[in-house]
């Protein structure tokens, strides 16, 4: 087989990156795996799921090339479940920063959220008033350079503050020096105190200014909206397509690692 089909596969430097995360050997710490020994390949486990997330299809329309979707499906479900995909997520995040001269841990981000509509997939959905919009909200937190370093996924219906708060409480360790976050005005209330009291982070409001008219840059804020922008470039995450919030968060996950490995091997 090829080493590389679509443009959406891992390139032989991307593989190399990554694959110590996996476990690629029956054998793991002196110690036999029981049942039968695999035999996919999960470098083209891998290239399915990103070949789904790019491209937006279902799982039963994989093209042959691919294993069969029940199987890559098992590896995407289980993977989420034990957190594999975020600890690679973590991983490759702290590389790219330490490429681009800066410590691995930031020290300041950016919150916002998207509300995003869903399909007729049945699953959790509400109505955001403000954007008029059925389905659910997005709140990403991203750092300077517009990395995720959280995703929380919940029904459209919950309101900004209330989505920063399951935000910030389930920050990862990765965070442990964030101190700064600048906000949109849609972020008022308690939360602001509540972040200061409890995490000891400053939430900053970047306003619109009053006398501006029409579509205008300001300033922090666009890094998170070119991180929503990012993410828009997967079909998968064009709509929620999703039945479980939590498989929307991976796919989230996914589509930035793709980002961060073609900006550590872009060939």
């Known amino acids: 087989m090829k080493a590389q089909i679509y443009p959406s596969d891992l390139t032989e430097g991307q593989w190399e990156h990554i694959k110590d995360l996996f476990p690629l050997q029956q054998h793991e710490n002196g110690k036999r795996r029981r049942g039968r020994p695999r035999e996919l390949d999960l470098r083209w486990v891998i ?25 890559v499906y098992y590896y995407f479900k ?38 995003v509509k869903t ?28 990395l995720l370093l959280m995703v929380v996924v919940t029904t459209a219906s919950v309101a900004e503050s ?8 389930r920050m990862p360790g990765g965070c442990k020096k964030l101190r700064k976050i600048w906000l949109d005005g849609g972020y008022f209330g308690t939360v602001l105190v509540w972040a200061l009291q409890r995490l000891r982070l400053v939430l900053e409001v970047v306003k619109r200014p009053p006398a501006q008219k029409g579509f205008a840059v300001l300033p922090r804020r666009w890094v998170v909206e070119r991180t929503f922008a990012w993410l828009s470039n997967h079909r998968r995450l064009s ?29």
């Open 47 to 71: 290239n399915a799921i990103l070949y789904v997330t790019v491209t937006g299809c279902q799982w039963r329309y994989l093209p042959k090339e691919y294993p069969p979707w029940q199987s």
């Open 239 to 267: 709509k929620e397509y999703e039945r479980l919030m939590p498989t929307s968060e991976t796919f989230i996950y996914i589509a930035m690692m793709r980002l961060m490995l073609r900006r550590l091997h872009p060939n």
């Open 78 to 115: 289980k993977w989420r479940e034990d957190r594999t995909w975020c600890a690679l997520h973590e991983r490759l995040r702290c590389q790219v920063r330490q490429k681009c001269g800066r410590h691995k841990h930031p020290t300041a981000g950016c919150l916002d959220s998207q509300s």
């Open 119 to 146: 399909t007729s997939v049945p699953g959790a959905r509400g109505y955001d008033k403000a954007k008029q919009v059925v389905g659910r909200k997005r709140h990403v937190l991203v750092d300077t350079l517009g």
């Open 162 to 169: 209330a989505g920063a708060r399951l935000v910030l409480s």
